[in-house]
């Protein structure tokens, strides 16, 4: 069996031990990187809990949770085995109290119940007593009280597991885990620019009819890192999601400003293809129709985080309603996003050097806004030029107060 980790010496100089990524190490060391989900796509928790103490107990304690989290065919089984078994249970007492009586030998002697002769006819009146079928040939006499005793003991039986099923039936049929599938996100996340800043975002919709579903979106970093000796750290850190409350009425595309306060803030394009890190994102809401409250749930690794891509269009407004087209609700297009980090980026738009200043001012004498000349140095990157003459053009019009024109940058 091959192992699907390998020791990582700390002597070794091409590996820092102690800031490794614990999803990373088996590529670092030359092997083939394959990555462990923390969530799964469809809102499970990927962990598996080993040598939980008294954990039967917990189960046995808290026993609706549990048959309300267990699939259905094991559900169903045990519900199964429930009737059998308290159908047997009963059968045997009746078989006993029969025996004891003598119905079993004398024909003639008053019996404690009708027609009840044998093991196969007691098991028939277990049965018929407790689902009230009432076939007529079988039935109590007044002759034995411990029979009528058991009689009532096995009806209070049968109601309450009756009532035991059809709860745990209410409540899986109506758990978060089916609920869920009706609220999804998209497959994919982007990152693009919205208002001059590079933007994280992801898309959240209610697939049911008829339903408005208000909540609030949160948005997790989740990077697990392995130490020198043995021991992994969980790192969590929040991304501020700055409209976390929304009416899911339609679609709605959740956006995280990356700033410097976010985790993401130095990360390129380079960066985010060679890093390990989730994304978990999570939109907690109350059920309209139940009113318990829910949460709806998956994650991104980086391979489907997507640099430059924006999420396509899928509302229409018409005279009379808007109409939205969920087979748009995956889909993606490429723009024009530049590949470096946020922080440079930033600081490629606070740059004001001589030869990527604005030419001053000058009157207009129509009214009309001054147009603005970009001079870059030739050799400059697509991204580059991008970011230099958005941030040309956004400082002038700070300066200035009003609309600027750009004409073409000239390339010296």
Known sequence: MNNDYTEVSPSDPSIDTYTTPLFAVKAEIGYQHKKRRYVRKDGNCNVLFRHVPEEWLMYVTDIFTTLVEIRWRVMFLIFTLSYILSWLFFGILYWLIALANGDMKDPTNAPCMYEVRDFTAAFLFSLETQTSIGYGFRGMSENCMVAIIVVTVQDVISCFIDTFVIGIAVAEMASTRKLTQTVGFSNCAVINLRNGRLCLSWRIGDFRRHHMVEGTARAQIFRPT?????????????????????????????????????????????????????????????????????????????????????????????????????????????????????????????????RHSPRPKRPSIDGTPPMVTVELVKGTTEPEVHAATVATIAAVCEDHGHLCLPRNPILT
Request: charge should be negative; avoid cysteine.
């Open 226 to 354: 392995m130490h020198a000796t043995g021991r992994v750290d969980v790192n969590y850190k929040d991304l501020e999601i700055k409209q976390s409350d929304i009416l899911l009425a339609i679609p709605t595309t959740i956006f995280h400003i990356i700033e410097p306060s976010s985790p993401l803030y130095r990360m390129s394009l380079e960066d985010l293809r060679k890093d390990d890190f989730e994304l978990v994102v999570s939109f907690t809401y109350t059920d309209d129709s139940t009113g318990i409250l829910r949460q709806t749930r998956t994650s991104y690794t980086p391979d489907e985080i997507h640099w430059g891509q924006l999420f396509q269009e899928m509302l229409n407004v018409n005279l009379e309603y808007y109409k939205v087209n969920y087979s748009m609700f995956h889909h993606i297009a490429k723009v024009l996003v530049p590949e470096v980090s946020a922080e440079e980026y930033d600081q490629i738009k606070l740059r004001r050097s001589p």
